[in-house]
């Protein structure tokens, strides 16, 4: 599931090399995300803060995902969790940005049956045969009810990719 879900961009690893210790990485992701489980908060959107993220780090892992702000219809399903570790002088990010939830699953079960039963039940159901329009209509919504969320999620999956690694290195130059 993982592979076919990176093939369609839906789940991007990415790697950054940063000039910063360790200790220091640490001190200023804790200064620029807001420290939170990233479980659901029904008034997230009320809450004042700074920062652009809300996550946790620990001493060798991290995760965070973007803030959810009042009229902001950019806002980034996407998660990003990762590893970090020190060599040389240098820190080696390694991240995995995810736009993929689990619950989609039941969205796309429950659109894929809808569709199913629809084609299934206007073709072998006795009676009336369906318009000519039926199913062209039909594979045109299909279409449009997955596809609008699929590139809703990858372009999301994308912002955020740029936006993690211009974050990361802003944060490590800032004074």
């Not at 736009?99 to 009336?128: A, D, H, T, V």
């Amino acid at each position: 599931m993982e592979d076919f879900l990176k093939k369609i961009h839906l789940v991007q690893d990415i790697s950054i090399q940063l000039p910063v210790s360790k200790i220091d990485f640490i001190q200023k992701f804790r200064n620029n995300v807001d420290e939170s489980d990233l479980s659901f908060v029904p008034f997230e959107v009320f809450e004042s803060s700074k920062n652009e993220y809300k996550g946790n780090i620990l001493n060798n892992s991290f995760e965070f995902k973007k803030r959810r702000k009042f009229f902001n219809n950019n806002y980034s399903f996407a998660k990003v969790t990762g590893t970090f570790k020190e060599d040389h002088n240098l820190l080696i990010v390694n991240a995995e940005i995810n736009g993929f939830k689990k619950r989609m699953l039941l969205f796309l079960g429950i659109m894929i049956l809808f569709y199913l039963i629809s084609i299934f039940s206007s073709i072998f159901l006795p009676g009336e045969n369906p318009p000519s329009i039926f199913f062209p209509f039909l594979l045109f919504h299909m279409s449009l009810m997955i596809g609008i969320p699929y590139f809703v999620i990858r372009r999301s999956v994308k912002r955020m990719v740029y936006d993690v690694e211009r974050d990361l290195h802003y944060w490590v130059t800032k004074n």
